[in-house]
Structure formats: structure tokens, C-alpha cells
């Protein structure tokens, strides 16, 4: 029986010529001078940069000294000697302030308020710049006229001194018990002119008044009344 011839075929090596022989001879090179460390630069692999490790800032702990407190013992209280009891002293009684005398409301008051009026109303012939004149009258409780009693006029107008006298019942111009002062005219304002009610003897009546001169034509006749009250 004649034998089948096999298609299969015995593989064969490949065959390492003079190049490759001298690959292997470089690659071993190569790892040998690796070994020793003696490769040059060409071949070496870069070196790998160490990482420095930062060291961690360190925290400066204060130590705070702890107060040593030194327990005091309380000071000792030294008793207090009882109080002596001293005498009580009598309290001498200061004589009685002497009581001061009331001062009596004065028997006549003005009626009303001063008045100040145009001087024509009595007197029309007479010029504004020759006379200042201040009048009126005084009732007694029964509201009826009382003459014989003295009014005064004092103080001072345009820097003179002023001191006259109107007996009431002598100007029946403003009434049955009606007096009159005349002044020359200064037509200037003024404050320091007072009035006021005498008995026959010069003792005061009434309480003295103040009156307020203008120098405005229409006002130089001041009217002041009085009336009786007890």
C-alpha cells in the first residue's frame, strides 16, 4: 500500500543573520552598562525630581502662668465699745420775733388808669409847645366831690426837679373838686414824674403813682383821678 504523502511541513527557525547578531550584541551591551551605571547620558532615563516635602509651620504654644491666689484670711473685727449715752440737751425757747407792723391800705386810690388826651379838650387856645398840663378830680365814699385836700406833683421833668402843690376845688374845669398842674411843654418823653393824695397837713393819702409823659402832641393832658375807700 503506497504511503500518502503529508502536506505538513516541519517549521523551520529563522535564521539570526550578522545584523541581528549584532542587535543582540548592542541590547546586551546596553543592559549590562545599565547595571553598572556607567551608560552615558544619551541612554539614561530622566531622573525623577523628588518631591521636598514642605515642613508644617509650627504653632508657638504660650503657656499662660496660672494666678496663684494666696486665700487671705479675714481681718479680725475688733468689737466696738457701746455707745455712751450722752445727756439730751434742752432746747432754750428763742424769743418770739416782735411783729412787724401791717402797713394800713391808704384811704384814697386812683380810679382807673391815667389817661392821656389831646390838651384842646380844656384848654383849645393853648398851643401844643407851651404847656404840659395834668388834672382831675376826687370823690369822697359817697362818690361825691371833696375839695380842700392836696394833690402833689414831684420827681423831676427834662432834668428839673419838680415839688408842686393843687389844692382840689381850684380847676372846676374837670369838675367840682378839680385841680390842675400846668408845665412848660418839653414835648420829650418822660418817666420820672409821681403823683399823688395829701391831707391838709402834707401827710399822704394815697400811694404814689408814676406817670408816663409823651411828648406827642395829642397826649399832653394827663387826667388822673381819686376815690375814696375807707
Not at 91 to 96: D, E, G, Q, R, Y
Not at 140 to 149: K, N, R, V
Not at 215 to 220: A, I, Y
Amino acid at each position: 500500500m503506497a504511503s500518502i504523502p503529508s502536506m505538513a511541513k516541519r517549521k523551520r527557525m529563522p535564521r539570526i543573520g550578522m545584523t541581528g547578531a549584532i542587535l543582540v550584541m548592542i541590547v546586551i551591551l546596553i543592559v549590562l552598562l545599565g547595571a553598572l551605571d556607567i551608560l552615558p547620558p544619551l541612554f539614561r532615563a530622566a531622573p525623577v525630581a523628588k518631591q521636598t516635602e514642605t515642613p508644617t509651620p509650627s504653632v508657638a504654644v504660650t503657656t499662660v502662668a496660672s494666678a496663684t491666689f494666696t486665700r487671705t484670711a479675714p481681718p479680725t473685727q475688733t468689737p466696738s465699745p457701746m455707745p455712751t449715752a450722752t445727756a439730751t440737751q434742752t432746747a432754750t425757747p428763742s424769743p418770739s420775733p416782735t411783729p412787724t407792723a401791717t402797713k394800713k391800705p391808704m384811704p384814697f386810690v386812683m380810679r382807673g388808669t391815667p389817661q392821656a388826651l389831646p390838651h384842646t379838650l380844656f384848654h383849645p387856645g393853648v398851643a401844643c409847645e407851651d404847656y404840659l398840663f395834668i388834672g382831675g378830680q376826687v370823690w369822697d365814699l359817697q362818690d361825691s366831690p371833696l375839695t380842700g385836700l392836696v394833690v402833689h406833683l414831684g420827681g423831676s421833668y427834662g432834668g428839673a426837679s419838680v415839688d408842686m402843690d393843687a389844692e382840689t376845688g381850684e380847676s372846676r374845669i374837670y369838675g367840682p373838686s378839680g385841680y390842675e398842674f400846668a408845665l412848660t411843654n418839653k414835648q420829650i418823653t418822660e418817666d420820672q414824674l409821681f403823683i399823688e393824695l395829701r391831707n391838709a397837713d402834707g401827710e399822704p393819702l394815697s400811694e404814689s403813682t408814676f406817670l408816663l409823659i409823651s411828648p406827642e402832641c395829642d397826649s399832653n393832658l394827663i387826667i388822673v383821678n381819686y376815690k375814696q375807700v375807707r
